[in-house]
C-alpha cells in the first residue's frame, strides 16, 4: 500500500494516499472512545461526538451542516470503545472545505449550552431505541459481563448523567483526550500532497496547549459470568463468549481466520451451516472477533423460538467442540483463507470504509500493511495454530453467557 506519512510540528500525523478517484475521504481518527471517560463521564465520549457538529469559535451548527453539503459533500462521526472518528467525503476540488471544516470542529468546538439540550433529547431517545432491540443490547450487556468499567459500559451512557453534563464538563473531556499525539489525519483520493499538507498546517491546529496519554485501565482478571434476563420478546436471544486476542497480539491474523470460519460473514460458516441451512433454527447466527489495543472478546450470537433454543446451544457448543478437538485438513484451510484474503480485498474496494482503515492503521501501528503484507501472515497460518488458538479462546470452561427470554 504506496502512502505517504508525515507528522505536524504540533504531533498530529498526516497520511496521504493517492487514488485516481474523482472524491477525496478525509477525517481524523483520535485515540479516544468511551473507555477513556472516569466514572462519572459514562456517555461523555459519545456526547461530544455529537456537539461537534453544534457550533465551534466562527461556525454556527447550520453553517457545518452546510458547509459541505452545499457542494454534494458528506459529513459524519462514530464513537466506538477506544475511538472518535469525525470523516467527510468531496470532491477533489472541495477538499480544502472539508480539511477547514474537521479542524475546526475537532479542535474549536463551542459546545453551546442550548444545543446540549437538544442533543440530551436526541440521545436519550437513542438509549430507548437501543433497549427496545434485545439483538442489539445483547451485546452492550454481554461486554459487561466480560469487562470492568470503563471498558465494559455501553458508549451511549445513562440518562440520569446525560442529564448533568454541561459545556464545561465537555470542553474539559476534550482537552484532556483530544491531544494531537494522539491522532491521525488521513486524505485518499486525487491530491496534491504539498497543497494537502499546507492546509493541514493551516486549519488543524488546536486552540488550547497541553494534554495528557490516556491512563487506560488494563481489564481485570477475567471471571465465568452466565446471566439470564427476562424480556419481553418474540424470541430467546442469546450470546456466548470469551475474552480473545488483543490488536498487538501476534495471534490476531489467526483469530480472525478461526472467527471467519466458525461464525463469519461468508454462508458457509460452521455456525451458519448447521444452525441455518441444515437444521432451520435460525434467521441469524454469526460470530464476533473485536480486537483491542490491550484486550479483545469474541462472541456468538444467534435468536430463536424458545422452543429450539437448547438444540441450538448445543449444535454452537458443539462447532466450538470441533475446532478444540479437529484440525481443519490443508484443503479446506486454504479454501477459508482464500474466502477471508477476497472478503478483505473487497472490503478495501469500498473506498471510504478503506481510507477510515488506513488512518486507524496508522493510528495502532504507525503503518498500514499492503493487501500482499496481509496475504503473507495470513498463508503462513498453520491448522495446529488454529487449533491450539481454539483451544484457548473457545475453552468450555472459559465462556460466558448471557440469555435474554
Not at 440530551?120 to 442489539?136: A, K, T
Not at 481485570?220 to 452466565?226: A, I, N
Request: with cysteine; aromatic share 8%; hydrophobic share 35%.
Amino acid at each position: 500500500m504506496e502512502y505517504q506519512l508525515y507528522t505536524l510540528p504540533g504531533g498530529l500525523r498526516i497520511v496521504l494516499k493517492k487514488e485516481p478517484i474523482p472524491v477525496c475521504y478525509c477525517g481524523m481518527v483520535i485515540d479516544t472512545g468511551s473507555r477513556d471517560e472516569t466514572p462519572d463521564e459514562h456517555g461523555m465520549a459519545h456526547f461530544v461526538e455529537h456537539l461537534l457538529f453544534k457550533g465551534t469559535q466562527k461556525r454556527r451548527s447550520g453553517h457545518i451542516i452546510n458547509r459541505l453539503e452545499n457542494v454534494g459533500g458528506e459529513l459524519n462521526a462514530y464513537t466506538s470503545k477506544e475511538e472518535t472518528v469525525v470523516y467527510a467525503a468531496v470532491l477533489s476540488e472541495h477538499l480544502e472545505k472539508a480539511i477547514d471544516l474537521i479542524g475546526d470542529i475537532v479542535f474549536h468546538s463551542a459546545f453551546p449550552e442550548k444545543e446540549l439540550e437538544k442533543e440530551r433529547v436526541i440521545i436519550l431517545d437513542e438509549i430507548q431505541s437501543y433497549n427496545d432491540s434485545p439483538s442489539e443490547l445483547i451485546y452492550d450487556e454481554f461486554e459487561e459481563l466480560l469487562f470492568d468499567a470503563p471498558l465494559g459500559h455501553n458508549i451511549l451512557g445513562t440518562p440520569e448523567l446525560l442529564q448533568s453534563y454541561t459545556s464545561a464538563d465537555l470542553a474539559r473531556f476534550v482537552h484532556r483526550n483530544y491531544d494531537p499525539q494522539r491522532m491521525v489525519f488521513y486524505v485518499v483520493g486525487q491530491l496534491d500532497e504539498k497543497k494537502v499538507l499546507r492546509m493541514a498546517g493551516k486549519y488543524l491546529l488546536p486552540s488550547y496547549a497541553g494534554s495528557q496519554q490516556p491512563s487506560r485501565k488494563v481489564p481485570e482478571g477475567y471471571r465465568v459470568r452466565h446471566e439470564e434476563k427476562k424480556r419481553d420478546t418474540f424470541q430467546v436471544h442469546y450470546m456466548l463468549g470469551n475474552r480473545a486476542v488483543s490488536l498487538q497480539d501476534p495471534n490476531r491474523m489467526a483469530m480472525y481466520l478461526l472467527n471467519n470460519i466458525l461464525g463469519g460473514p461468508g454462508m458457509n460458516s460452521r455456525l451458519n451451516l448447521s444452525l441455518r441451512e441444515k437444521h432451520g433454527l435460525v434467521y441469524t447466527v454469526d460470530s464476533v472477533f473485536q480486537p483491542l489495543t490491550d484486550t479483545g472478546m469474541w462472541t456468538v450470537y444467534f435468536g430463536t423460538d424458545a422452543a429450539n433454543f437448547r438444540k441450538c446451544e448445543r449444535l454452537v457448543r458443539l462447532e466450538l467442540r470441533r475446532l478444540r478437538e479437529e484440525a481443519i485438513s490443508p484443503y479446506v484451510l486454504n479454501k477459508y483463507k482464500l474466502q477471508l484474503l477476497g472478503q478483505m480485498a473487497i472490503g478495501m474496494e469500498q473506498k471510504e470504509n478503506a481510507a477510515t482503515g488506513l488512518g486507524k492503521s496508522v493510528l495502532r501501528y504507525g503503518k498500514a500493511d499492503s493487501i500482499e503484507t496481509v496475504k503473507e501472515h495470513l498463508m503462513a497460518v498453520t491448522a495446529d495454530h488454529l487449533q491450539a488458538l481454539a483451544q484457548v479462546v473457545f475453552n468450555e470452561d472459559e465462556l460466558s453467557s448471557l440469555k435474554y427470554y
